[in-house]
């Protein structure tokens, strides 16, 4: 399988001259196609930062960084943008739109794909909000469904568009066990089913069997491979 990400000696600083403060040093990391890759670690480790780095939202400032075959360091903001558009983004805090109902939540990530219909896209949008178990919600806004029911509207977001590369920043932290774990199956299924790679932070340990490698980050720097479920 083709790797989907490449990172080389990728180190990250925030703030300016005396601020300057590095937060992720010298990180390497090769992702391949289908993996699905999970990172683990203590709060201000800087997972949040590398997979903002790998997703775009943030600019390479040291190091290589190659996503889904596109050199990052050096990228402009329109190549960033073209690469975003191959991405699925399911991270914290679900930030659905409160005035949109959830198939149009889930529907406006199809319309940056200018080569789809309106009516595609809603049948499609409905299509996904019916995997993840919401086909009776499909018109519900936000403030009528549960916690659970919102995240998979995110996750329905983050899928609809089959993104080759799906990054996910705790996605079940807001959950209790059991939706949390079914989520994580349904992003596990759809993953498989098209063939997408994902690199996920979580704490939760019930999920970390979903991993083909798990990986713990450390004060800004990226441990060695976690034998998988050690501690557990
Ligand atoms: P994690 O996701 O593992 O909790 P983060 O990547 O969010 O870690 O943060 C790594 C470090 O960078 C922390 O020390 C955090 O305080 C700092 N940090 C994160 N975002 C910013 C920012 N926008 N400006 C300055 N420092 C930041
Ligand atoms: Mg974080």
Not at 51 to 78: H, P
Not at 146 to 166: D, F, M, N, T, W
Request: with cysteine.
């Amino acid at each position: 399988m083709k790797p989907i990400i490449i990172v080389r000696n990728l180190s990250h600083f925030y703030g300016k001259r005396l601020l300057r403060k590095q937060v992720l040093f010298d990180i390497n990391l090769t992702i391949k196609q289908t993996e699905i890759v999970i990172l683990t670690g203590p709060s201000g480790s800087g997972k949040t930062t590398l997979l903002s780095l790998v997703g775009g939202l943030l600019s390479v400032q040291e190091g290589s960084l190659i996503t889904l075959g596109k050199e990052m360091n050096g990228a402009s903001e329109q190549q960033r943008v073209r690469v975003r558009r191959q991405m699925g983004y399911i991270f914290q805090g679900h930030n659905l739109l409160p005035f949109m109902t959830a198939r149009q939540n889930v529907q406006m990530s199809l319309e940056l794909h200018e080569n789809i219909s309106d009516y595609q896209a809603k049948i499609k949008s409905e299509a996904i909000l019916k995997v993840v178990g919401l086909g009776d919600r499909v018109n519900y806004y936000p403030q009528n469904l549960s916690g659970g029911q919102k995240q998979r509207v995110a996750i329905a977001r983050a899928l609809v568009s089959c993104p080759a590369l799906i990054l996910a920043d705790e996605p079940t932290a807001a959950l209790d066990s059991k939706t949390g774990r079914e989520v994580i199956e349904i992003m596990r299924r759809l993953a498989k089913e098209e063939a997408a790679t994902i690199l996920m932070v979580t704490h939760d340990n019930r999920i970390l069997d979903v991993a083909d490698r798990i990986f713990r980050m450390e004060d800004g720097r990226l441990l060695k491979e976690d034998v998988k479920i050690t501690h557990i």
